[in-house]
């Protein structure tokens, strides 16, 4: 079992202390989160990203994917603007040698009741295909996030063969579909060989039953069905990562915690292990 982690929470960790926490906890992989403060940037010169990836590589840790910060739903008036930042994150992909970039869509959903935000879902597909298109050239792939509208299989499976590109596939993060109620075989059936990526997490419902989204905890410590996702992944033939995406920067729940972040990875490469173990 390959393990990663997403370095949201690493906010001002250079290269070297993710190559050091990689190398501690068991980590081959890791997720680079773009944005100010972080170990790349859109701003980060092609030198610093040659070199980014050249500390990496010696290490033994592959870069899986750039978690770019562009959401996309169609009708937002800079959508030329996130289209172009989506095109810079390809760029730093092929420059540090990731497989992808994580770009998510629609609106973000709190709670069950809340009316429907408009989307346009053709000029979606226009901009996820021009991303494919200036990725596939760079040997980059597209990976959206399943999150807000387009979480569940379904949704996500008739957006695909709409996109219509090879290199355009899907981020798994195992909260979401759950959280529409939608059963993980389910899901994993969908998705098929297009799962690139899985992004692993746990919690459980919030006590008002108004709220759509769960409460996040401690990987392991919620109601989420993990060795039963894994397996249906395994089953699947999904070979890819298997990356811890912690977020105290977004949930307060986690930030109330107050966990060190390495205690966390420690913590999660201990249980994913053990799952595989249990597997063979």
């Not at 370095?7 to 960790?13: D, K, M, N, V």
């Not at 709190?110 to 346009?120: H, S, T, V, W, Y």
Request: include cysteine.
């Amino acid at each position: 079992m390959k393990l990663s982690f997403s370095t949201l929470p690493c906010e001002g960790w250079s290269v070297e202390q993710l190559i050091e926490s990689c190398r501690k906890h068991g980590f081959t992989g890791i997720e680079l989160k773009e944005d100010a403060g972080y170990a790349v940037t859109v701003d980060s010169t092609e030198e610093e990203l040659r070199q980014a990836a050249e500390k990496f590589r010696s290490a033994g840790i592959t870069v899986t994917n750039i978690g770019t910060r562009v959401v996309l739903n169609g009708i937002e008036p800079d959508g030329a603007e996130r289209l172009a930042l989506l095109k810079r994150n390809i760029e730093m992909a092929q420059a540090l040698g990731a497989r992808g970039v994580r770009v998510m869509l629609g609106h973000y959903l709190r709670f069950k009741d809340a009316a429907a935000q408009p989307i346009d879902r053709e000029q979606i597909v226009r901009y996820l295909q021009e991303a494919c298109d200036y990725a596939a050239g760079r040997g980059v792939e597209v990976w959206i996030e399943t999150h807000n509208e387009f979480s569940t299989g379904p949704v996500l499976r008739q957006l695909l063969n709409d996109v219509d590109r090879s290199n355009c596939h899907i981020i798994y993060d195992i909260i979401h579909p759950y959280e529409f109620g939608e059963a993980p075989d389910d899901t994993v059936h969908l998705f098929g060989r297009d799962c690139a990526h899985v992004h692993m997490k746990d919690g459980v419902p919030f006590e008002d039953p108004r709220i759509h989204e769960w409460k996040y905890t401690v990987t392991g410590e919620g109601a989420l069905p993990l060795r039963s996702i894994t397996e249906a992944l395994q089953a699947s033939g999904y070979d890819g990562y298997y990356s811890l995406e912690w977020e105290p920067k977004w949930r307060p729940e986690l930030r109330e915690l107050n966990l060190d972040v390495n205690d966390v990875l420690a913590s999660y490469g201990t249980l994913m292990r053990r799952m595989a173990e249990h597997r063979e």
